[in-house]
């Protein structure tokens, strides 16, 4: 990419400066080049002078006098330029420009691909919620940012593969056994005051899922022992949970190459094998009549349960053995896991436990995935219109559709709490984002659709006659989406798309405003033809990373 070439051409001139005595020694910081907002800053610009000052004893402004006279100009670049207090400005050639258009409709569909992974193997784990209710507002953010992210992956070069983690054992299984086992015995006018446990699940969803296996098997779990039973009905009821989950992601366009489950950990040995790992390696106390690993050693605030005084392994032991399940059986070379705002304090001592298991630790990567507060205007949505209970995703989505739901999810970084107003993702006008985007791509569709039923070919369009400012600035968001990806994979901050959406459809809309289309000059219609296809190529890769449709109509 041109901003890579301007790097290596301010690296080749500062040192070419040094060796002639312009400039004195000293070590080069990293090179930055970014996109001036004021488009009379150019097209890109460096404050690579205002960091040498110090080190230099020179003002910015004269080094970065000094930086340009060495500069080699690329053949992109029309104009080069220094800017108080010390910023080095690039122009791009309206010529160059215009040739782009050309190199999008080459490019087609694999526009904005990048070579950045090299076939390595990335994980991405995401949702993973417990299979013990359905999924609510933010187990869908999560979702829709996990999927992003891969699409993002996968054209950046990566060979991804999507996990689910089924927590499928443990105290929460057993709560919900017990509490189905509750309601179960309630649904057969058996006991109507069978007590629900201390820690049991009382969501009106339980009723459902007692009366839905009533309908199908019957009173038959009563001639159990009420362990067994329960037993029993905490399986029957994952499933269908579990089920219920995959048609709401389904829903949501999540899918999933493996559904990996907890229980498997203990099956298939890795439980032992990585408690043997830690324990000859120095890491396990016995204290209290529980097993600890001995973060501390490794710095640590303190140290962690893994098993209990009972016998029973905590959460934290298991995801240690999934973790060494990813990293040194199915051997990934990097392990990216998007977990709720409630699993920030995992964070380090998993950290540790990979530097203990000399796996690692920066190849993991966890993002935190804030909270989502639900909105009908001001006013703030707590409970279910439907259930009197917890909103679920499923309600969202068939209220605002799938696509406003991936928008909004993704419109905010990840690490910040953000609104999701369902009165906006429905509204069908400029002021909604999803609407905005997703009309432009129409828009767009039925311009060709009236090119085509005229029979206009633009094959041999001339795009050296895109010329004005209009086109020239929709060519420059164009050409930007290649920096976009990348930069979504590098940072793993898929909020810049939807930003990049918006303001590609800006551009757009600003250029059908300004620039009619089809008219009577057969040579510059061909052209603007090209540059419209071109943008719809640019838009609707966008739209697809994102997860979203392209509309034709709307």
């Known amino acids: 990419m041109l901003k890579q070439e301007l790097v290596r051409c301010l690296q080749q001139a500062v040192s070419e400066a040094q060796q002639s005595g312009d400039l004195a020694a000293a070590t ?19 404050g690579l002078p205002l960091k040498l000052a110090r080190a230099m004893r020179m003002s910015p402004m004269a080094i970065a ?23 080095i400005n690039f122009t791009l050639r309206d010529d160059w420009l215009s040739t782009q258009v050309e190199s999008v409709l080459a490019a087609g569909e694999s526009y904005g ?37 891969a699409n993002v992956l996968t ?42 446990p201390p820690d049991g699940y009382y969501g009106n969803y339980m009723i459902d899922l007692a009366k839905e296996i009533v309908q199908e098997q ?48 203990y099956q298939g040995e890795q439980y032992d094998k990585v408690m043997e790992l830690l324990q000859s390696g120095g890491y396990m106390a016995k204290r209290e009549k529980a097993i600890w690993f001995e973060s501390s050693a490794l710095g640590e605030d303190k140290d962690n349960v893994l098993v209990r005084s009972d016998g029973s392994p905590t959460y934290f032991a298991s995801d240690i053995a999934y973790h060494y399940n990813k990293f040194l059986e199915r051997k990934f070379d990097r392990v990216i896991d998007i977990w709720g705002a409630d ?27 804030q909270l989502v507060t639900l909105r009908r205007g001001k006013e703030i949505v707590k409970v279910s219109k439907r259930s009197g209970d917890i909103i679920t995703l499923k309600e969202v989505i068939d209220e605002v559709g799938s696509d406003a739901c991936r928008f909004i999810f993704l419109s905010r970084s990840a690490d910040s709490q953000m609104d999701f107003d369902i009165e906006l993702a429905k509204r069908q006008s400029a ?96 052209a603007r033809l090209k540059l419209v296809k071109a943008t719809q190529i640019a838009l609707a890769k966008v739209l697809h990373l994102m997860g979203m449709t392209a509309p034709e109509k709307m």
Request: charged fraction near 25%; proline fraction near 5%; hydrophobic fraction near 35%.
């Open 113 to 149: 691909d990048i070579e950045l992974g090299k076939g390595n193997r990335v994980q991405l784990e995401f949702v993973s919620v417990n299979p013990t209710g359905p999924l609510h507002v933010g187990h869908g953010r999560g979702a829709v940012l996990g999927s992003t992210l």
């Open 431 to 526: 002021d909604n984002p999803v609407y905005y985007v997703q009309y432009a791509h129409a828009r767009i569709a039925s311009i060709l659709q009236f090119a085509k039923e005229r029979e206009i070919d633009s094959s041999q369009g001339d795009v050296s006659l895109l010329t004005t400012e209009p086109e020239l600035t929709l060519i420059r968001r164009l050409i930007l989406l290649p920096e976009i990806v990348e930069q979504v994979a590098v940072n793993l901050e898929p909020h810049h798309l939807p930003y990049y959406a918006q303001e590609l459809a800006t551009v757009f809309h600003s250029f059908y405003k300004q620039c009619r289309v089809v008219s009577e000059d057969e040579a510059l219609t061909r």
């Open 28 to 46: 080069l910081p990293e090179v930055l080049i970014e996109h001036p907002q004021n488009p009379e800053h150019g097209d890109f610009a460096s």
């Open 343 to 369: 699993h920030q304090g995992h964070v380090p001592r998993m950290k540790a436990v990979l530097k203990a298991l000399n796996c690692g630790p920066e190849r993991l990567t966890v993002i935190i995935c």
């Open 218 to 265: 019957g009173d038959r779990f009563l001639s159990l022992p009420e362990s067994e039973a329960a037993s029993q009905l905490a399986k029957v009821g994952t499933d269908k949970m579990l089920q219920k989950i995959k048609q709401d992601l389904e829903l949501l366009n999540v899918d999933f190459d493996t559904w990996f489950s907890e229980r498997s950990l």
């Open 155 to 196: 054209v950046s070069g990566y060979a991804v593969e999507k996990e689910y983690y089924i927590n499928d054992m443990g105290t929460q299984i057993g709560n919900f056994g017990r509490s189905l086992y509750a309601r179960y015995r309630q649904c057969l006018d058996k006991d109507k005051e069978a007590a629900m």
């Open 65 to 87: 006098e000094k930086v340009s006279e060495h500069i080699v100009s690329p053949p992109q670049i029309d104009k080069i330029w220094i800017a108080e207090p010390g910023f």
